[in-house]
């Protein structure tokens, strides 16, 4: 079992995390003038990356609030772990 | 006194031996009419399709590892066609038929052997929803039956049928057409035949670059040297994603690592194969003995071929509900796969916007069912440029359109 740091309670087992897929998703500024082609990207298009890839996750059965990371997900490693309001950091590996 | 025993035949020893010669192995050459790329499976069932139905036998499989090391090394073997809707039972329904007489056909033994399969109802929705699909399947000419938990119990002993457990079994339904292969000799019976009728089955060869020239593929750029081509046909699995995004394209899937497990060898105990959605565990006896089970996906996107040992616990503990016997089985080895899943749990089969290049992905945890029913309809897509009428309704646009085919958790889809 992988350790996942929280940014705020440390490091704590994934099993007590939860998945939340690719971070920096926003949505459609104005969504009345998105094409069915704009929708489909925003509702079932995610970017699917063999290396570094921005993610959401819950510390569900801990402080229950939600962080990003940046992890490999060729080689499972968290490379960066930030708050919700933060940018993406740049990853120096 | 004393009793004369007899001593039990080696586990494994009916399994038939392979003969001296199965595939060439040779080196690219600079053009064909057809690369595929993948060498598992689906790679070459359509390869081998290609050939035999269409005569299109100038074509290479192209694999980064060795043929069938991925996912078709990986999975738990599972052959079953009762999916929920018309679009899902019309091209699993047609992989079944062929792998009737799919032995016959490659002149490999294959050990299809159907067994049936039971998928466990545990609470009054999974009731409603498995006789609904029961009914769908039969509508669809797929054998289908509703046993309660008594039938259960006489169709496979070992289940615990008790109902003071916490997800307590209250029918199944039970396709008795289902059931298991072994699935590297389906690999191999593929390779041979495809590489009898022409096929250059390339292995080692890993694909760094898709040549496109006025939105037409053009050929390929791979560790082993440029080739040209005049098609190109994705069938890598988890690693579509990766391929796709050399020319660009997009696509609705996302890698997860599926595991598996195997126990140590034991004694026929299990007659069929059981899968139960509700605590997500799947399990059958293969030929030699040990007990294959497979769980659901690991949550996070993953191209490591491993997973979380939590999840092969939560596994464990469902498997060992269901089945108490197992109790003292031991665990003798653990893998993972890549599975390309969908937002609809649906796969991708067809056309794609670069003119001749041709996409069969996202078959997240199902696709081994699927091997010879999707090389049928993948090697027609290519060989007419237009989808087969089974695999039509899988194409990349639906998520476009809205024309999803949703089978996630309509099903017994365990994912």
């Known amino acids: ?93 | 006194m004393t009793a004369s025993v007899r001593p039990l035949p080696t586990p494994g020893a009916d399994l038939p031996d392979h003969p001296a010669f199965l595939w060439d192995n040779p080196d690219p050459k600079p053009s064909y009419d057809v690369v595929i790329v993948g060498g598992g499976g689906h790679g070459l069932a359509t390869a081998y399709y290609l050939a035999k139905n269409h005569g299109i036998t100038n074509v290479a499989v192209l694999e980064k590892g060795w043929l069938a090391g991925g996912n078709m090394a990986r999975n738990t073997t599972i052959i079953r066609s009762n999916y929920l809707w018309d679009e899902s039972s019309g091209i699993y329904e047609h992989s079944l038929k062929l792998w009737e007489g799919l032995e016959e056909d490659l002149g490999y033994p294959i050990l299809f052997s159907q067994r049936g399969v039971l998928n466990l109802a545990h609470s009054l929705q999974d009731v409603r929803d498995s006789v609904r699909r029961v009914n769908a399947n039969r509508l669809n000419g797929v054998d289908a039956e509703w046993v309660d938990a008594e039938q259960v119990k006489k169709i496979c002993p070992i289940v615990n049928i008790s109902p003071d457990v916490r997800y307590p079994v209250l029918g199944a339904t039970y396709q008795p057409r289902a059931g298991i292969a072994k699935h590297d000799y389906v690999a191999w019976g593929y390779a041979r035949r495809a590489n009898e009728l022409g096929v250059d089955l390339i292995q080692n060869c890993e694909v760094t670059g898709i040549d496109v020239v006025d939105g037409k593929v053009t050929g390929l750029r791979t560790t082993r040297g440029p080739i040209r081509t005049g098609q190109v046909a994705l069938a890598a699995a988890g690693h579509t994603s990766v391929l796709a995004e050399m020319v660009g394209l997009r696509l609705p899937i996302q890698s997860h690592p599926l595991q598996a497990l195997v126990s140590e060898l034991l004694e026929p105990i299990h007659p069929t194969v059981v899968m139960s959605n509700a605590v997500h565990v799947y399990v059958s006896q293969a030929h030699k003995g040990e007990l294959v089970m497979g769980a659901g996906i690991d949550s996070f996107n993953g191209y490591g071929q491993r997973g979380a040992f939590h999840i092969i616990e939560r596994q464990m503990s469902a498997a060992l509900e269901l089945f108490p016997v197992f109790a003292r089985a031991h665990l003798l080895r653990t893998w993972a796969g890549i599975v390309d899943t969908t937002p609809d749990a649906s796969p991708i089969v067809g056309m794609t916007p670069v003119d001749n290049l041709y996409v069969n992905c996202g078959w997240g945890t199902g696709g081994f069912k699927a091997t010879p029913g999707v090389g049928w309809c993948f090697a027609h897509t290519i060989a007419h440029d237009e989808p087969h009428p089974y695999n039509a309704p899988f194409t990349l646009e639906r998520f476009t359109s809205g024309a999803l085919v949703d089978e996630h958790g309509a099903a017994a889809v365990a994912h």
């Open chain 1, 1 to 93: 079992m992988q350790l996942i740091p929280c940014p705020y309670c440390g490091p704590r087992e994934e099993a007590e995390f939860h998945y939340g897929g690719q971070a920096h998703i926003a949505y459609p500024q104005t969504p009345q003038e998105l094409s069915d082609f704009e929708w489909a990207q925003y509702v079932f298009f995610r970017d699917n990356p063999k290396g570094p890839f921005a993610e959401r996750w819950h510390h569900a059965a801990g402080c229950r609030r939600w962080f990003r990371a940046v992890r490999d997900t060729a080689t499972h490693e968290l490379l960066a772990v930030y708050r919700q309001d933060q940018p993406r950091p740049e990853v120096v590996r």
